[in-house]
Nanobody
Framework: QVQLVESGGGLVQAGGSLRLSCVASGRTFARYTMGWFRQAPGKEREFVAAINWSGSWTYYADSVKGRFTISRDNVKNTAYLQMNGLKPEDTAVYYC??????????????????WGQGTQVTASS
């Protein structure tokens, strides 16, 4: 089993920045593809970004491309999401997820096995 714990959410003004962290338990973090998803009130959860096991490949939703950066530190068992230029429409609960089955980078929720509890991000106008 893998446990994922997110942190770093909060309230910022539009245009501001936040960095989310996702710490994973266990010794196999370095094997997993990691993803970030978000869910706004009244909306379905949507894909934000993904990164492969080594950090050499990344994949972003069009809505965040150029503003958000996903990264990882396999020594610290941690994945990050740096969010710059936040907009009110970025307001959501952000979840990290781990894919233990080595799928190619994917926006599909069903390809991720483990999920964190989420952290709230609010960008005020």
């Amino acid at each position: 089993q893998v446990q994922l714990v997110e942190s770093g959410g909060g309230l910022v003004q539009a245009g501001g920045s936040l960095r989310l962290s996702c710490v994973a338990s266990g010794r196999t973090f370095a094997r997993y593809t990691m993803g970030w998803f978000r869910q706004a009130p009244g909306k379905e959860r949507e894909f934000v970004a993904a990164i492969n096991w080594s950090g050499s490949w990344t994949y972003y939703a069009d809505s965040v491309k150029g503003r958000f950066t996903i990264s990882r530190d396999n020594v610290k068992n941690t994945a990050y999401l740096q969010m710059n230029g936040l907009k009110p429409e970025d307001t959501a609960v952000y979840y990290c997820a781990a894919d233990s089955r080595s799928h190619p980078l994917s926006p599909r929720e069903d390809e991720y096995d483990y999920w964190g509890q989420g952290t709230q991000v609010t960008a005020s106008s």
